[in-house]
Every structure is written in C-alpha cells, then in structure tokens.
C-alpha cells in the first residue's frame, strides 16, 4: 500500500485565494483526521471522519474552513478565503476503527505545507 | 479544560542512555492515549494505551499508562541517534484528539 496521500505537498498562495487540500487514505482505513501544525501551537485535530460522516469539526478554526469526505478513498480541506495565519503543515491521517469506536493506529500522510503570503 | 501536558521539554543525552518521557493529562471523558514519533516530517504512530498497568513493548521502547494517577511514560532502553525526535502524547476522548507540546530528544554518539 502507498500510505496515506497528501497533494499538493506545497503551496503558495497569496491572501484571499481559495486552497484546497486533498487527501487519500489508507484503503479500508475507516476515520481520516485532519491536522494542522505550526511552531506556535503545535499538533492540532481540526475535524474526524468515521466511515465518512464527520464526527467533530470543533477545532476547526472558523467558517473559512471546511472538510469534506464524498467517499471513502478521498477528502478535501477547503480553506477560502485564505489568511496568512493559516500558513501550517497540513497533515492528513487514516485509522482503522478501533472496536470500541476508539480510532487506533493513526497513519499520518507527508503533509501539505501551506503558505500563505 | 482539556489538557495535556509532556515533560521534559527537551532532553540531550549520550548513545546508550535509559531516558523516561512523561505525560500526564487531564481530559474528560478518557478513551485512549496515544505516543507518536516525530522526526523532520509528519508523525509516526508508537503506541496506543487504554487500559492502567498494561505494558506495551516494541523493542527498545516501552510505555505505560496510569489512569488513576492520570499520565503515561515512554521509556527508551540503549538509546541511539536514531531515537533523536521530537515525541508527542496525545489523549483521545469521545470525539476529541489533544496534544501535548512533546518533548525534543536528542541523542548524542
């Protein structure tokens, strides 16, 4: 297996513009998760998919941003419009689920290094 | 409010050292603690505890989990420079992933 699928593995963009990251798990990996990591504020969980539902996007930092899981081998990040401040590493990861709905063994893909000028 | 918190923050010790990383949290809702490797790139998975006094072993790492005094260590045996990384405690709860700052090992030859 490939590993989990980050694209792009960089980008520059420059404020206001949209950004879309892209992700593909694990195949029969049933959560993904959406990280994000800064210097600042180190490892943070924005939002979890279980069998593609999402399950809590209460760290996703505000409306600009946006996930979305159509099926079980893809999942976006959408931020728009973008902001300086969301310049991070944007890791994506796949689990499979742990029988008690607990995710288990996290796969992290190589990460999307998003700047924003 | 949810926390977790690693010590040290940062630790240089010589080829061949035992070194103990410490986590301790206090979360609601507990389900599971997980330890993840940090190097230059994205995180890799080590262990994951849900169960007091179990030892999870892979090698020359080993970690414990304590629920009633609410932390969890990592020990590395025979430490070689290929240990030198940043390690990341996380604890899940029901719908919840919070990390803590990590500790920055760092393995001298």
């Known amino acids: 297996d490939a590993g989990v699928i980050q694209s792009p593995r960089h980008e520059v963009t420059e404020m206001g513009q949209e950004v879309t990251l892209r992700c593909k798990p694990i195949?029969?990996?049933?959560?993904l998760f959406w990280y994000r990591q800064t210097m600042m504020r180190g490892l943070e969980l924005l939002i979890y998919f279980n069998n593609n539902v999402p399950i809590d996007d209460s760290g996703m930092p505000e409306d600009r941003f946006s996930a979305k899981m159509p099926n079980a081998s893809f999942s976006t990040l959408k931020i728009q419009p973008s902001e300086p401040r969301d310049s991070a590493v944007y890791f994506c990861?796949?689990?499979?689920?742990?029988?008690?709905?607990?995710?288990?063994?996290?796969?992290f893909g190589p990460g999307t290094r998003l700047t924003v000028l | 409010e949810d926390k977790v918190v690693q010590s040290p923050l940062s630790l240089v010790v010589h080829e061949g050292d035992t070194v103990t990383l410490n986590c301790s949290y206090e979360v609601t809702n507990f389900r599971s603690l997980l330890w993840y490797k940090q190097e230059k790139k994205a995180p890799t998975f080590l262990f994951m505890l849900?169960?007091?006094?179990i030892e999870k072993k892979s090698g020359r790492l080993s970690s414990i989990l304590d629920k009633k005094e609410l932390f969890s260590i990592l020990n590395i045996t025979a430490t070689q420079t290929g240990d030198s990384a940043v390690y990341l405690c996380?604890?899940?709860?029901?719908?919840?992933?919070?990390f803590g700052a990590g500790t920055r090992l760092t393995v001298k030859p």
């Open positions: 195949s029969g990996h049933n959560s």
């Open positions: 849900t169960s007091s006094g």
């Open positions: 990861a796949s689990s499979p689920l742990y029988l008690a709905g607990v995710p288990d063994t996290q796969y």
């Open positions: 996380a604890v899940y709860n029901n719908n919840d992933m919070r």
